[in-house]
Structures are given as structure tokens and as C-alpha cells.
């Protein structure tokens, strides 16, 4: 069982109060979903990853082993990537999808937010980790789909993925490199070999 105790104050904080709480540098994402690499794999294919979802605090809570919640700290690697799922818009908040009604029934927002993350993890706390069955998309589907249970979107892995890659943010340019550099490196490496490959089998002709 996990639980989440927001920074005491006089007064809740606000979204604009949350958001601007993220700082790169220490890894916070308020109102987010971040993804990092796994090493091997993603070198092989990019778009194969490890996510977590960030509070409003902007710390990750990740699941990365059977009936564990990891908080403020990814398995593999720092966050390289973020898809801020709330965006500040004035003194209102819109998501990712431009639908601003999500999460404002009483303008809690940081503390309902906190709270599905909490309640989705606790549910996690309970299940086996499995590579491809229950993994760290499934937990981050299931907190996201109790944001709006009455939504027609139906987050699972595939919408993760594509919302990733669409409106996904590296954290840094540097980031870029992790990702795609040693599958350069590798397909430069193998044309090579083919080269090589051809140019003796042609001197044998």
C-alpha cells in the first residue's frame, strides 16, 4: 500500500502552483506521463520503452517490479521523455485532447489527480509484474482511466504509445542521442558489413 501527503499549506495549491513546480533538473513532471529508455531494446527499436505517471508534485511513481511502486525515481534511466497531460491555460486547465471539463467538478484538481495515482497504484501493489501482460503502460493506463470513467477514450498500451510519440517532449536534445544514436550506430555498422561483403565477394568474381 502506497500513499501521497501533498506539502502542507494554508490553502490547497493550485494547477498553475503545480505546474510550475517542474524542474527538469531534479526530474519533476507535474501532470504527466514520462518515458524512459530500456537499454537494448529501445536501441533496437525506439519506440519500445518504461513509463510512469508524475503527481502534481511533478515525482514519477512507476511500477517496476511485481507489487512494488517505485516513487521519484525510473527503473533504467531518467525520464527522456514527457507528455504533459495538463496544460496551463490562464487560470483554467485543458488536456493534451483540448478537453478542459476533466478533473474540474470541484477544482481539487492537484489532490483528485494525486488520488487516482495513489488508487491505481495501490490496485498494482497486488499484481505480478509481466513483461507483456502487466507492465509499466498497464499502470499507467489504469490511473489515467480514472481520471474520466466516462470518456470514450480507453487509454492501453498502443494509445500510450502514440500519444508518446505524438505529443511527447524530449526533457533535452541531449536525450534525442540516448534514443536513436546507437541505432544509428548499429545500422552504420551493419551496412558497413554488407559493403565489406559484397566488395569480396566481387573480388572473388
Not at 511513481?61 to 512494488?68: A, G, L, R, V
Not at 474520466?148 to 511527447?168: A, F, M, Q
Not at 561483403?197 to 566481387?202: E, G, I, K, Q, W
Request: aromatic share 10%.
Amino acid at each position: 500500500m502506497v500513499d501521497v501527503v501533498l506539502d502542507s499549506v494554508n490553502e490547497p495549491p493550485t494547477v498553475d502552483d503545480c505546474i510550475n513546480l517542474e524542474d527538469p533538473e531534479r526530474d519533476l513532471y507535474p501532470f504527466s506521463v514520462v518515458w524512459t529508455v530500456i537499454p537494448f531494446l529501445t536501441w533496437l527499436c525506439p519506440i519500445v520503452g518504461h513509463v510512469g505517471i508524475c503527481d502534481s508534485q511533478g515525482r514519477v511513481w512507476d511500477f517496476q517490479k511485481s507489487k512494488t511502486i517505485i516513487i521519484d525515481r525510473m527503473k533504467y534511466h531518467r525520464p527522456i521523455k514527457v507528455w504533459r497531460f495538463f496544460r496551463a491555460t490562464g487560470t483554467d486547465v485543458a488536456s493534451q485532447q483540448g478537453r478542459a471539463h476533466l478533473l474540474l467538478s470541484n477544482r481539487r484538481i492537484p489532490e483528485q489527480w494525486d488520488r487516482i495515482i495513489v488508487d491505481g497504484s495501490n490496485l498494482y501493489t497486488q499484481y505480478t509484474y509481466h513483461w507483456k501482460n502487466r507492465n509499466s503502460y498497464h499502470h499507467v493506463a489504469e490511473c489515467l482511466n480514472r481520471v474520466d470513467p466516462n470518456s470514450s477514450v480507453h487509454y492501453r498500451t498502443s494509445t500510450i504509445i502514440w500519444r508518446l510519440l505524438k505529443e511527447g517532449k524530449f526533457v533535452r536534445k541531449s536525450s534525442i542521442l540516448v534514443v536513436y544514436l546507437p541505432l544509428i550506430i548499429l545500422l552504420l555498422l551493419l551496412i558497413i558489413i554488407i559493403l565489406l561483403v559484397v566488395t569480396l565477394a566481387t573480388r572473388k568474381h
